[in-house]
Structures are given as structure tokens and as C-alpha cells.
């Protein structure tokens, strides 16, 4: 019968093997996510709870078809400038050691088929986390789609986030994005200063838009946030090609812009939409109705965009209050106030709308950001 090595014969082959191997390179890592593996930091969730182990199903019973909050911790050596919750912009403070804790909310209906979290390192690439919908992976987003209609290049030195499909939710959900809309101006005896009534508009539509489950909506500040860290010069009308680039930045699938005029106390608002990986404008939408009936204009102008663009959603929204145009007139102006740094103004014009409308939700929130009482 052939010999056999001893054990300890075989113990020091085994030995030598191994240590080959790791001078080759080929010895396996430790079992590390695949953001720690490529350096490339990592994101971790601390809530909702469910999402360590339980699925989904309590938290949908909890959240009472309202909105999640999503929270956690992001980690890169260079450090972490912004983390988006399903392509809108969370809120990212340093915990002090060393991680930035981030915080977000998507809607119920959302969450229970998952949530994606993308990490921009202050240097490098971004990198993504998925949660929920009954799967967590960490892994890099995917290469965006070839350039169409590129802008100019960045004055800032930082790095854009990637194309509109790294940022897009894992269900698919398209990003929309709504600028400042533009003052045609206001004629007849009537006639009101209606100049900041634009930024008003882009507030009330995409709060009107964020109804819809089928699209995620990008909120106006982390819009104005974003034109004013790339220092891009946006006043008046929009082009096309500025909403194409800041919709590439944003992540955004679709931008929308317009103007409105006010002629005999009769409203018009024309929108346009550009779809932001083509570059392609689609029909211009249009709604002219009596100026006090604001916020129906307002509804009517979001049906007819999420028509245009095949996504309208199975039911109809429930109905709008009837906020009345002179609570929205302050609440526009209050907006401006704030955009110009003046918060005690804006504070005034917010509660003002409050007092004509004390359902006013959009002034009431404004109001408290800024440390004000109604």
C-alpha cells in the first residue's frame, strides 16, 4: 500500500499553497460588501427596521399609506457630498465619526417595492444601495446612456451625478423636475404684480405631481440648490439645452418649464417638456382659466402632462382645496423673499397666506422650516 504524507507534511503543503496564492493576488477577500471591497465606501440603513430582516409588510401596515422615513449612514474616505432616496435629495449631516448620517422620505406604496439609495463621494464614483421590495444589494450604479445634448462643462470642479438611469428608482419610476415658470406679465384693470408668481408655480405643480405613484418628483429648492452651485446663468425663459443639463445633473428622466400671462384677470400657463436623455421637446401644454381659479389651473396642467407623457395615473388624485389665488400670490412672493435671504419677509408672507387659507400646507411647512409660527 502506497505511503501517505503526515499530517504535519500536509499542514505545511497546505500552508505554502495558501501563502502562493495571496502573493499571486487570487486569495479571496474577507466577505465584504462590494462598496468596501473597491474602496468605494458603503451605505448603511438604520430605519425602517424591517428593512434588517422583517420585509415589508409591517412597515406598510405602520405607514398607513402616508411616507416612510428612510435614515442611515454613508461612508467614503474622501468624505460624502449628497446621498438621494429614489432620486430626491436627502438631507446629509456628518454623525462625527468620520460617516454622514442621511435621512429622506418616499412614499408608502413606494417602499414596499424598495427604495434606492445613491452615495456621490466628495471624490470618485457614486455608489449604490438597494432596500426593500424583498432584496438588499449593494453595488455600483450602472453606466449612464451616451451623451445627446451635453451642456457646457461644470465651473465647479465636482464631479456631476451620473445620468438620469443611475439615479432612477428600481422600479422604474421616472424623475421629474419642474422649473421657475416665466412672467409674461400682468395687463388690464386688474393687473397684479405677478413677477414672483413663477416660483410659486413650480411649487404647486410639483406638489400636485407628487400625488401620482407612478413618478417621483425632484423638489424645487434641491433644483435651485443644484443652477447655483454650477453657477449656470437660468434667468427668464429656460432653454432646452439648460434643461436638459440640469436634468442630467438631477437625474431627472423629463424637465418642465413655461410661462405664464395675465391679460384681463384671465390666466394662461403654457409648459413645455423636454425629455433629458434625448433632448426632444414634446407638445406644449396649455390651461387659460379666471385667475382666482389658481390651483384648478394648476390641477388641470398636471393631468394633462402626465397624459402626454403616458403616465397618468390609474385613479385620479383625490381633489385639491380650493386655495384661493391671493394666498398663493403670498405664498409665491414668500418664496421670493426667502430665495433673496429675507426670512423675516418671507415668515410674513407665508403666515398671510396661512391666514387667508389655514390649510395652506405648502405655507404652513415653509413657515416651519424657517423657525416661524402661523
Not at 224 to 238: C, D, H, I, T, W
Not at 253 to 280: C, H, N, P, Q, W
Request: aromatic share 6%; hydrophobic share 35%; glycine share 12%.
Amino acid at each position: 500500500m502506497p505511503s501517505t504524507p503526515y499530517p504535519a507534511s500536509r499542514a505545511v503543503c497546505a500552508l505554502l499553497l495558501l501563502v502562493s496564492i495571496a502573493l499571486s493576488g487570487r486569495f479571496p477577500a474577507p466577505a465584504q460588501s462590494p462598496g468596501e471591497r473597491a474602496g468605494n465606501g458603503y451605505l448603511v440603513v438604520l430605519e425602517p427596521r424591517e428593512w434588517t430582516g422583517e420585509g415589508t409588510r409591517g412597515l406598510q401596515l405602520r405607514a398607513g399609506g402616508e411616507t416612510v422615513r428612510v435614515t442611515g449612514l454613508a461612508y467614503h474616505p474622501s468624505g460624502i457630498r449628497r446621498v438621494l432616496v429614489n432620486g430626491t435629495e436627502a438631507s446629509v449631516t456628518p454623525d462625527g465619526s468620520g460617516a454622514f448620517r442621511f435621512s429622506g422620505q418616499v412614499s408608502a406604496e413606494t417602499a414596499a417595492r424598495g427604495v434606492e439609495l445613491v452615495a456621490y463621494p466628495a471624490r470618485g464614483e457614486p455608489f449604490v444601495k438597494r432596500v426593500g421590495g424583498g432584496e438588499e444589494a449593494s453595488s455600483p450604479p450602472p453606466p449612464p446612456p451616451p451623451a445627446t445634448a451635453p451642456g457646457p462643462p461644470s465651473t465647479t470642479g465636482a464631479e456631476p451625478p451620473p445620468a438620469p438611469a443611475a439615479g432612477a428608482p428600481p422600479s422604474g419610476l421616472p424623475t421629474l423636475a419642474v422649473f421657475d415658470f416665466d412672467d409674461g406679465g400682468s395687463i388690464g384693470p386688474d393687473a397684479q404684480d405677478l413677477s414672483r408668481l413663477g416660483a410659486g408655480l413650480a411649487v404647486m405643480l410639483t406638489t400636485e405631481m407628487t400625488k401620482n405613484p407612478r413618478v417621483q418628483m425632484v423638489e424645487r429648492d434641491r433644483l435651485r440648490e443644484l443652477v447655483e452651485e454650477q453657477k449656470l446663468a437660468v434667468s427668464g425663459m429656460v432653454d432646452p439645452a439648460t434643461a436638459v443639463r440640469v436634468g442630467r445633473l438631477l437625474g431627472a428622466r423629463y424637465v418642465v418649464f413655461g410661462s405664464y400671462t395675465d391679460l384681463f384677470s384671465t390666466l394662461r400657463i403654457d409648459a413645455r417638456v423636454v425629455e433629458v436623455e434625448t433632448g426632444r421637446l414634446r407638445r406644449g401644454q396649455e390651461v387659460t382659466d379666471r385667475r382666482e381659479n389658481l390651483f384648478r389651473s394648476v390641477g388641470t396642467l398636471a393631468t394633462q402632462l402626465f397624459r402626454d407623457l403616458d403616465l397618468a395615473p390609474a385613479s385620479p388624485p383625490g381633489a385639491s382645496p380650493a386655495i384661493p389665488a391671493r394666498a398663493a400670490l403670498l405664498f409665491s412672493r414668500g418664496i421670493g423673499f426667502e430665495d433673496a435671504g429675507d426670512t423675516e419677509r418671507a415668515k410674513d408672507m407665508y403666515r398671510q397666506a396661512l391666514q387667508l387659507f389655514p390649510g395652506y400646507e405648502d405655507a404652513r411647512r415653509r413657515l416651519a422650516r424657517l423657525g416661524g409660527a402661523p
